[in-house]
Every structure is written in C-alpha cells, then in structure tokens.
C-alpha cells in the first residue's frame, strides 16, 4: 500500500482548517509537515505552532520534516505536538545515532533524511534502528522544484540495505512529486509520496490522491 502525505508548505495557510479538511476529504489520512528554519537550508517555513494546529484540528495525523541545524535542540518540543514520525537530516548532525534514540525514548518514531547528493552509506550503521528513511528528491528548502532523477537509484539502495537488515522500513521521497515520478519512485521501492504543490495545485484533489495511490512499477 503507498501511502501518500500532502506537504503543507504548499497549502493555504489563510484556510488551513479547509486545506485540512481537503486532504481528509481526498481519503488522505497524513500530512507532513516540513520545518525550515533558514540556516539548515536558505528558506523558513515554520514550527511547532504548525503542528499543534494540526493536532488540534484533529482529523489527521503529521509527520514532521526537521530541515534545521542542530535538530537535537527541537526534537523534544516536536514530541510534543503528536506526531507519528520525526524525521530529522543525517547532514545536521554529529550525532546521529544519539538523536535517533532520543527521538524513540519521547515515544515518537525516527526518520532519517538524506539530501540529494549524500550517499545512502551513511545510513549503513544506523538502518537498523529507525523507522523511515526520507530520501530528498529535491534540494531541500523550497516547494514546487523538478524531481532529481539521480536519487531515483538510491531508493532501491535503501531498499535493498534496509532488506539485508530484514527490515520493512517506510521509504518516503520528497520533492517534485507528480504522478509520472511517483511511478518512478514506487518503480523502484519507494512506499510514501510526500507531495506538495502537485497535490494542492490539482483540480480534483481526490483523483489526484487516488492516482497516485494506484502508481505501480512502470521502471
Ligand atoms: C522541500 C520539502 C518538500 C517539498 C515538497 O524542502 O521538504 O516537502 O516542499 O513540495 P513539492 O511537492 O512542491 O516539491
Ligand atoms: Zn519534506
């Protein structure tokens, strides 16, 4: 089953209870929530008021996208606001292996996120610890950018690392999902499509929702 989670960095923040409702009412039960915070990459988006909103609109759960340095000092206060994942860059920190049990001891599950250009080595020592990995299929930072086609590789590299470790990890991919590359991606073992402008800029949100949903393996 590919799970889809809408990116609010492209919704209407003037109506977020409607954007809200929208997802809900396309048969969406997430939406990721992606954190900026102007030093980690160029852009701010916003924090955990984005997330309690959510929370407290009630209809659907989050994950939270930490694209921000020093993720070490945010992640308890993230906890807070209910998500069902953190996910927090490999590039971000020197202690990666700290950060992901400290997000696990808050009760939450941990994601780790690579940017375009890291190696998926990097995450050869701790796949057996987390629960998702997000690969960035954009340069982090903005929404409404082209997919990368060269990360397209990495996913199956993930899949195949976290099978040696006889893992079912969710493998999500982020940035420049349309429903052409969402095809790609599950083509090649991605299981959650983070999607933005392509999922609030549609027409016809629960077609569009379904569509994706139904992408199969066209490698
Ligand atoms: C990029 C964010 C993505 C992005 C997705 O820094 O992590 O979640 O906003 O948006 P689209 O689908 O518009 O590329
Ligand atoms: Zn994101």
Same mark, same amino acid.
């Not at 955990?48 to 930490?66: E, I, P, S, W």
């Not at 095809?183 to 379904?210: E, N």
């Given at each position: 089953m590919i799970i889809?989670?809408?990116?609010?960095?492209?919704?209407?923040?003037? +109506?977020?209870?409607? &954007?809200?409702?929208?997802?809900?009412?396309?048969?969406?039960?997430?939406? =990721?929530?992606? !954190?900026?915070?102007?030093? $980690? !990459?160029?852009? *701010?988006? +916003?924090?955990?008021?984005? /997330? =309690?909103?959510?929370?407290? #609109?009630?209809?659907?759960? $989050?994950?939270? #996208?930490?694209?921000?340095a020093e993720p070490d000092r945010h992640v308890a206060a993230f906890a807070q606001t209910g998500p069902e994942l953190i996910t927090v860059h490999a590039e971000a920190t020197p202690h990666l292996h700290r950060l992901v049990y400290r997000i696990k001891e808050l009760g939450v599950q941990a994601g780790v996120s690579l940017n375009p250009a890291t190696p998926v080595n990097v995450l050869k020592c701790i796949i057996g610890d987390i629960d998702a990995v997000l690969l960035m299929t954009v340069n982090p930072g903005f929404g409404g950018q082209k $997919? *990368?086609?060269? !990360?397209?590789?990495? *996913?199956? &590299?993930?899949? &195949?690392? /976290?099978?040696? =470790?006889?893992?079912? *990890?969710?493998?999500?991919?982020?940035?420049?999902?349309?429903? &052409?590359?969402?095809?790609?991606?599950?083509? #090649?073992?991605?299981? #959650?499509?983070?999607a933005g402008a392509s999922f609030f800029q549609s027409l016809d949100r629960r077609a569009f929702a379904a569509s994706i949903i139904e992408a199969r393996a066209e490698a």
């Amino acid at each position: 089953m590919i799970i889809l989670s809408p990116s609010l960095l492209a919704a209407d923040l003037l +109506y977020l209870g409607e &954007e809200l409702d929208s997802v809900a009412a396309a048969g969406l039960q997430q939406v =990721h929530i992606d !954190v900026m915070d102007g030093n $980690f !990459v160029p852009n *701010i988006s +916003y924090g955990t008021n984005m /997330a =309690h909103a959510v929370r407290r #609109h009630g209809q659907l759960k $989050f994950d939270c #996208h930490l694209m921000v340095a020093e993720p070490d000092r945010h992640v308890a206060a993230f906890a807070q606001t209910g998500p069902e994942l953190i996910t927090v860059h490999a590039e971000a920190t020197p202690h990666l292996h700290r950060l992901v049990y400290r997000i696990k001891e808050l009760g939450v599950q941990a994601g780790v996120s690579l940017n375009p250009a890291t190696p998926v080595n990097v995450l050869k020592c701790i796949i057996g610890d987390i629960d998702a990995v997000l690969l960035m299929t954009v340069n982090p930072g903005f929404g409404g950018q082209k $997919f *990368i086609p060269s !990360v397209l590789v990495k *996913i199956w &590299e993930v899949r &195949e690392m /976290a099978l040696a =470790h006889g893992k079912d *990890i969710t493998l999500q991919v982020d940035g420049g999902i349309t429903l &052409e590359t969402a095809k790609q991606c599950v083509a #090649h073992g991605a299981t #959650h499509l983070v999607a933005g402008a392509s999922f609030f800029q549609s027409l016809d949100r629960r077609a569009f929702a379904a569509s994706i949903i139904e992408a199969r393996a066209e490698a």
